[in-house]
């Protein structure tokens, strides 16, 4: 296998960054005048009755409708629009389960983290344009879809646990043969 020329790995490596970087300027940007609405989806406005209501089916939990029932109970207290907390709560849990599923999948690899390249993709996959608009919206979908992230983080690296203890095992054993 022939090795990749050093000159066009770096060309590679800071076109990519490049790419990383608008993209994350662009979604930024977005995310800023686009703070203080509400996407009119026809389920918003389901989320926001069932808040209100409290009229819960097979189908529906109380849990989102609970965190935003909080944040319009408190936005008087604090100043802001209740859709600011709650985009801010869902970017947050966003970018930490693509976090700690980038690092377990570095570390399940026996690869050493880098925290920035952790960093840097995280902020890559959480300002991509589809996801970073359910971000911003009053729906469970992206809290739903961070919690199925986090849970794939945490098989990795549960499956990283379970090859390292059995590597353990085995080196313990071969010692013990000695």
Known sequence: MKKINPIVWKIAYNLGLLILGVQVCLAVCWAIMNFGTVPQFPETGFWLEVSETWVLDEYVGPGYAALVWCARKFQNLIGLPYQIPVYLLQLSV?????????????????????????????????????????????????????????????????????????????????????
Do not use: W
């Open 94 to 178: 966003a970018f930490l389960s693509v976090y700690h599923l980038v690092k377990n999948i570095v570390l399940l690899q026996g690869r050493a983290v880098k925290r920035h390249i952790c960093l840097a993709v995280s902020l890559y996959v959480t300002t991509i344009p589809f996801l970073l608009q359910g971000h911003l919206a009053i729906l469970p979908d992206s809290l739903g879809g961070s919690v199925y992230v986090m849970l794939l983080a945490v098989l990795f690296g549960f499956i990283r646990e379970v090859c390292i203890g059995a590597e353990k095992k085995k080196l313990l054993l071969k010692l013990g043969e000695v």
